[in-house]
């Protein structure tokens, strides 16, 4: 017969059986929960809701899946700080290369849109030089190219993007800003004659003025040293002709940084919402 022992262990062993399946069965449904508020766009109840299963899971079960939605969550709300926060615990989680790859490149295209690109550059390197993700040279290269894009280096960003031909869009984007953007070292040197600079940037009207004036005071100054008005000749000339030519050296190089970053901001709004592949 069995002992009365035997069967109060079968009963505890059963009910700590039964109290584990239904934990599970619980935890199993709150994440089904938090995933259907995270796919509704719901991002500020899903980071609640997966928060409150991490804090009640003590399995650690739904570690790297938890945190990996709640990074994306702070993502999407624009929160990188906090994204890259859950995101690096989900990635310290993972129990498999998949897992760690999926999270490492999270983590590189919340760095890309917060324009921390020196540190994605970096993660992008770890990537590719880890023997685990030889296959996954593609991949790392698409996000490498974004990284040159959201630091400005469009013409790296198209070479990059070329070496794929599934990427022709990106390189021909790239390859356009490039060719559209102006020099700002070019336009100051131009700008050594009155007016060049901003006709180079296509600022004609700022272009002629700058002409006119600097025209206007170098003659009187020029006249006031023929007439021996030597006092008039340097404040003329230091104070009056000196500023409108330096000025007009400023103004070339400033509306060439203003033009370039009309060009790269149409682009990047392009980007964002006319852009049909992968982005950050």
């Not at 022709?168 to 060049?196: F, M």
């Not at 008005?229 to 400023?250: E, K, P």
């Amino acid at each position: 017969m069995i002992s009365v022992n035997k069967i109060f262990f079968l009963i505890v062993l059963s009910s700590f059986w039964f109290i584990n399946v239904l934990a599970q069965t619980t935890f199993e449904s709150q994440f089904n929960y938090a995933e259907k508020l995270y796919d509704e766009e719901n991002y500020f109840d899903a980071v609640t809701e997966f928060k409150r299963l991490l804090y009640f899971d003590k399995s650690e079960s739904y570690d790297y899946r938890a945190n990996m939605f709640i990074g994306l969550s702070y993502k999407q709300g624009g929160k990188f700080s906090e994204a890259l926060q859950f995101l690096s615990l989900a990635r310290f989680h993972s129990e498999s290369d998949k897992e760690f790859f999926n999270s490492s490149i999270e983590i590189i295209k919340v760095n890309i849109l917060r324009r921390t690109t020196g540190r994605a550059f970096a993660l992008l390197d770890t990537l590719a030089n880890d023997n685990r993700f030889i296959n996954k040279s593609e991949e790392i290269n698409y996000w490498r190219g974004w990284a040159f894009i959201f630091s400005d280096d469009w013409q790296k960003a198209a070479s990059t993007f070329s070496k794929y031909k599934s990427d022709e869009q990106l390189v021909e984007l790239c390859d356009s800003v490039t060719n559209e953007l102006y020099n700002t070292q070019l336009a100051k040197y131009l700008s050594l004659i009155p007016g060049a600079g901003q006709f180079y940037t296509g600022e004609y009207i700022s272009g002629l003025i700058s002409i006119g004036w600097s025209v206007l005071w170098g003659y009187l100054t020029i006249e006031a040293f023929i007439e021996d008005r030597i006092l008039d000749g340097v404040l003329i000339g230091s104070m009056l002709w000196w500023r409108f030519y330096s000025g007009n050296i400023q103004n070339a190089e400033k509306f060439a940084l203003e033009k370039n970053l009309e060009i790269t901001n149409s682009a990047l709004n392009y980007l964002q919402h006319k852009f049909a592949g992968e982005k950050p």
